[in-house]
């Protein structure tokens, strides 16, 4: 069973310029999640899909969006971008949605985006 | 707003030794707490789920357990081995208004051969 992909795995962009990352979820999971993570603040939530749907989203400026197609892959921009948006992107997918005891998350691999 | 905290920040052991990490949380209204392992520059691993209504999980040389009341959780690795050397992080999964999961910063463990 394939895990969670994200694309691309690396990425240098430089401030002021817009991203967008790319989040393949586990075969018949529905939710996605995303995270920010640096070594300042660790894990921090982004924001949670479900069915197309956004659940749940962190305390993060609206620069920061994401969306989820009728597969359950997901996309996240990033617009106008800063030198403290360097991080790593994780996605994580579930079978169900956050509101659920049974979430076991499964994460991929990361993006990480350097901001220069 | 749900706080985590682990400690120890880090950790180093001798190979063979059985170690316990530490996690707590200010908000016992949790669906669910999740116990991962990050090895460097990598997406995070799944290691053991504990819903809120158990106190235990247990999975090879792991067990995790759960104490909702006190807002702890504790992660046991028997005869550590130096391939258990990595970040260990737990994560909680409120049941309040806002739904979303909290991670902490996590526990350094480098296992000594």
């Known amino acids: 069973k394939a895990g969670v992909t994200q694309t691309p795995r690396y990425l240098i962009k430089t401030r002021g310029q817009q991203v967008t990352l790319s989040c393949s979820p586990i075969s018949g999971h529905r939710s996605v999640s995303w995270y920010q993570q640096t070594p300042g603040q660790g894990l921090q939530f982004l924001f949670e899909y479900f069915s197309e749907t956004q659940r749940n989203k962190g305390n993060f400026p609206g620069r920061f969006s994401g969306r989820q197609f009728s597969n359950s892959r997901s996309e996240m921009n990033v617009s106008t971008l800063e030198l403290g948006d360097s991080a790593l992107y994780l996605c994580?997918?579930?079978?169900?949605?956050?509101?659920?005891?049974?979430?076991?998350?499964?994460f991929g691999p990361g993006t990480r985006l350097t901001v220069l | 707003k749900q706080e985590v905290t682990q400690i120890p920040a880090a950790l180093s052991v001798p190979e063979g030794e059985n170690l316990v990490l530490n996690c707590s949380f200010t908000d016992s209204a949790i669906y669910n707490l999740q116990w991962f392992r990050q090895d460097p520059g990598k997406g995070l691993t799944s290691l053991l789920l504990i819903q809120s209504s158990q106190r235990e999980q247990t999975s090879g040389r792991l067990n995790a357990s759960l104490d909702k009341s006190s807002g702890r959780s504790t992660l046991y690795i028997a005869a550590s081995q130096p391939g258990d050397s990595a970040t260990y992080l737990c994560a909680v999964l409120n049941s309040g208004g806002y739904q979303k999961v909290t991670f902490g910063i996590g526990t350094k463990l480098q296992v000594i051969p």
């Open positions: 994580a997918s579930s079978k169900f949605f956050s509101g659920s005891s049974y979430n076991e998350q499964f």
